[in-house]
């Protein structure tokens, strides 16, 4: 829990009881639990330093085995291994709505399920958003990070040729998960032409800089094909989509609950991968924190028992 607003020193372990489970709730045992941005946003007092919110659970999203079931609990049973979102992930045990649940197949790995459902809800609705489909050439700004990177697998799943920017260290991983990768900073745009002589149909921003939502007005004709999940400053003004929680966003509840079977289902056969950057145990989240705090992690942060 963070105890503060401030850095990732701010976070402490604490005890809590997770409680029984109600009707149509189970309690899950967690073995992982993924790390987001929006983990070290909610303390850092960016949005405020509300001191009622204090201290505050943390964690989006996390996988585990189920130890009970409540009342009125379909198609899920004890023993049965899952993934799910739910506020506050970072934790032991946690009681769970058993509609959020998806099974988790033995072939994918308890890490992998842990970090799968934010990012891989989230570029599902960015896909979903900009229409994007077979024929199509697609700009993704930060296609190596955690959400960009499935933007980018999810885009290739739909037939879609996909220019994805990164530093220099992280082309070799979008030629591996199949994108042409392209150095963002001054001159972006016409590097982008260069690659995509016949356009670009649809941009996707993971990043939020003045610098990607210029090139993607620059170079997509049709504002409604591009879609951020960072810019919630510019973007109600630029008239582009902002996806996401909070004022003016579309939160798209439906495209991101119905995505996580079929993502599940794509990691699990091998058509799409979570590239995985590190794995910490609970006690060393602060650690992780400040991994991810630097800004070009390699891939997701994972919380492990
Ligand atoms: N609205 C929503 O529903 C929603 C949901 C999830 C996440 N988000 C937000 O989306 C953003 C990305 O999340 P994430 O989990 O994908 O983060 P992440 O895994 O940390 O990835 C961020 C990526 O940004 C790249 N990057 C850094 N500076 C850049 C620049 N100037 N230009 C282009 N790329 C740059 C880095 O790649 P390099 O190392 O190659 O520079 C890094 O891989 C965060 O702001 C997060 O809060 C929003």
Redesign the pocket.
């Known amino acids: 829990m963070a105890t503060a607003y401030g850095g990732p020193d701010v976070l402490r372990i604490v005890d809590v009881d997770p409680g029984e489970p109600g009707p149509e709730q189970v309690l899950v045992e967690v073995r992982a639990a993924g790390i987001?941005?929006?983990d070290w946003?909610a303390y850092s007092g960016a949005s405020g330093t509300d001191a009622s919110r204090l201290p505050m659970r943390l964690g989006y999203e996390a996988a585990g085995t189920v130890l009970t079931a409540g009342p009125g609990v379909d198609g899920v049973a004890p023993g049965d291994d899952v993934l799910f979102q739910r506020s506050g992930a970072y934790a032991e045990r946690l009681v769970v709505k058993a509609e959020n649940v998806v099974r988790k197949p033995a072939a994918l790995s308890w890490a992998r399920a842990g970090g799968l459902l934010?990012?891989g809800s989230?570029a599902m609705?960015t896909v979903v958003a900009t229409r994007v489909g077979s024929g199509d050439t697609v700009l993704v700004?930060?296609a190596?990070?955690?959400?960009?990177s499935m933007a980018v697998q999810l885009a290739r799943v739909r037939g879609a040729r996909v220019i994805g920017?990164?530093?220099v260290?992280?082309h070799e991983y979008l030629l591996d998960i199949g994108a042409t990768p392209v150095a963002?900073g001054p001159g972006l745009a016409d590097r982008v032409r260069a690659l995509a002589p016949r356009g670009v149909d649809a941009a996707i921003d993971?990043?939020?800089?003045n610098?990607?939502l210029d090139v993607s007005i620059a170079l997509v004709k049709d504002r409604h094909r591009i879609a951020t999940?960072?810019a919630f400053g510019r973007a109600p003004a630029l008239r582009i989509q902002l996806?996401?929680?909070g004022p003016h966003?579309d939160p798209g509840d439906d495209i991101r609950a119905a995505a996580r079977p079929t993502l599940v289902d794509l990691v699990a056969t091998g058509r799409i991968d979570v590239r995985i950057a590190g794995t910490y145990p609970l006690e060393q989240v602060a650690r992780a924190h400040r991994v991810?705090l630097a800004?070009?992690?390699?891939g997701?942060l994972v919380l492990v028992r």
């Open positions: 987001n941005p929006a946003k934010v990012v989230t609705h700004h930060g190596a990070g955690g959400v960009g920017t990164a530093s260290a992280n963002y993971t990043v939020g800089t610098e990607a999940v960072a996806l996401g929680h966003a991810g800004g070009h992690v390699h997701k």
